[in-house]
């Protein structure tokens, strides 16, 4: 679980959004997720998505799904990546830690609404208040006919919620490595597991994920090691400038997270052959999906 929706920072213009999703296209990007905070706050967020397809991006969304139920048709033809909706634990405990009684059924609601009209995939994060529920929301994921990645949480300084002791999530790891094997939807690696178990050794390409603030600020190397805080202007510097100007010698031996986010596109670009056919079959899958809910 994240604190970034924490920051005081104001929506940017629509004009600046596609500036900025601009800059990022010109870079060589192909694929970009809208984040937050919560961005199915945002009134224009159907217009900023239509521009980035138009560009065009691959373009999903990471969402709590409050909002979802009533915004999916609005949005639902601008997204041929995916919608993420972030569930961390079953009803009492997600909104417990949300807190806010009544969003988990929202979020499934949610779900439930975008499925057939989009792909979507539970976002789950590990944390040692949720940890005993972990397994039982991947049999949830599979009965709402979706899929769910996890993550373990990343102890950043102003966040509450905790990750799980080591013995925990080497036991969980092996769980879900076997629910995975027997066909639950989950989309991570069997590499993945093994990683957050402490079994396998992986070296952090942070470069395969370009972040940007909602002012166009790059976060270099990445929104973990510094918390999100950010440096250089993507409209006073070329993102291949700044990519290729970093000391990136510096992150060459972190491992201060086990988030999926860096670690599978990590694991691919090290010529990783779990990580890389269990991506290119999740691709294949994705355009499965999307065809059987054009017909």
């Not at 970093?246 to 691919?268: A, D, G, I, M, R």
Request: aromatic share 8%; net charge neutral.
């Amino acid at each position: 679980m994240c604190p970034f929706w924490k920051r005081s920072s104001e929506d940017s213009s629509i004009e600046q959004e596609k500036a900025i999703l601009r800059r990022i296209y010109d870079s060589g990007v192909c694929a970009i997720a809208f984040e937050g905070g919560e961005p199915l706050l945002r009134k224009d967020l159907a217009e900023i998505l239509a521009f980035s397809r138009s560009l065009p991006l691959h373009t999903s969304l990471v969402t709590n799904g409050t909002l979802l139920e009533t915004r999916i048709d609005e949005i639902a033809s601008y997204i041929n990546g995916v919608v993420y909706v972030s569930l961390d634990g079953l009803e009492k405990t997600h909104d417990k830690i949300r807190g806010v009684s009544g969003c988990f059924r929202k979020a499934v609601r949610g779900i439930m609404a975008s499925r057939e009209k989009v792909s979507v995939t539970i976002n789950t994060t590990i944390m040692a208040e949720n940890i005993n529920e972990i397994e039982d929301l991947v049999k949830l994921a599979n009965e709402l006919d979706t899929r769910i990645s996890v993550a373990v949480a990343h102890d950043y300084c102003n966040v509450k919620a905790s990750a799980p002791a080591r013995h925990e999530i080497k036991e969980l790891a092996g769980k879900l490595a076997e629910m995975k094997k027997k066909g639950y939807p989950l989309i991570n690696s069997p590499s993945y597991f093994k990683v957050i178990a402490k079994e396998k050794n992986w070296t952090c390409k942070p470069w395969a994920s370009v972040n940007v603030d909602p002012e166009g600020h790059l976060v270099l190397p990445c929104y973990v090691r510094n918390e999100y805080a950010s440096s250089v202007s993507v409209f006073e510097t070329d993102i291949k400038t700044a990519l290729s100007g970093f000391n990136w010698k510096e992150t060459q031996n972190c491992q201060n997270c086990s988030l999926h986010c860096y670690v599978e596109p990590s694991l691919v670009l090290s010529y990783d052959f779990h990580t890389y056919v269990n991506w290119a079959f999740r691709g294949r899958t994705d355009t499965y999906r999307a065809r059987k809910e054009k017909v």
